[in-house]
């Protein structure tokens, strides 16, 4: 039977993303994530937990997260687990795991100076977010004159 892979995250940018443009038209976004548990201890105090994740996105998601992510702003994320291992200079053991984005969404409205709409982010072309007239509320008012309604 098959595993699975998957991670689901919601939460802050720690850093503006650091992008890197690699051999031919690579690209990789290298971002950290901060994700925030809220408890009462207790003693009734309310305690944060603060996790960090290195998230990394790959081709045309990262150029979107250059241009359009920024320091603090909430995303949600889904990807997979991704570990690594090596020796450094001194001959320690090393191991890095990190989330390989497979698609994203930008939450919490547009950025500073951006002319786009949030929007979600998958591993191929970005999908264009709903339009204005779809996400207005519908408009009616209730008719009160013939209610049978016991409430």
Do not use: C
């Not at 809220?38 to 105090?45: F, I, Q, T």
């Not at 250059?66 to 690594?84: A, C, N, P, R, T």
């Amino acid at each position: 039977m098959a595993g699975v892979n998957k991670v689901i995250l919601l939460g802050n940018l720690g850093a503006d993303p650091e992008v890197k443009y690699l051999e031919g038209d690579n690209v990789v976004a290298n971002l950290r994530l901060a994700t925030t548990e809220s408890y009462k201890d207790r003693n009734g105090n309310r305690v944060d937990q603060t996790e960090w994740h290195d998230l990394e996105l790959w081709g045309p998601q990262a150029k979107i997260a250059e241009q359009y992510l920024k320091k603090g702003m909430q995303i949600y994320v889904e990807g997979k687990i991704k570990s690594d291992t090596w020796q450094d200079d001194q001959g320690q053991n090393r191991k890095r795991t990190r989330i390989r984005v497979l698609n994203f969404t930008m939450l919490g409205g547009r950025p500073e100076g951006s002319g786009q709409p949030s929007q979600s982010m998958g591993a191929s072309a970005p999908r264009p977010a709903a339009s204005p007239a779809a996400m207005k509320e519908p408009d009616f008012s209730p008719d009160d004159s013939d209610d049978d309604l016991p409430f």
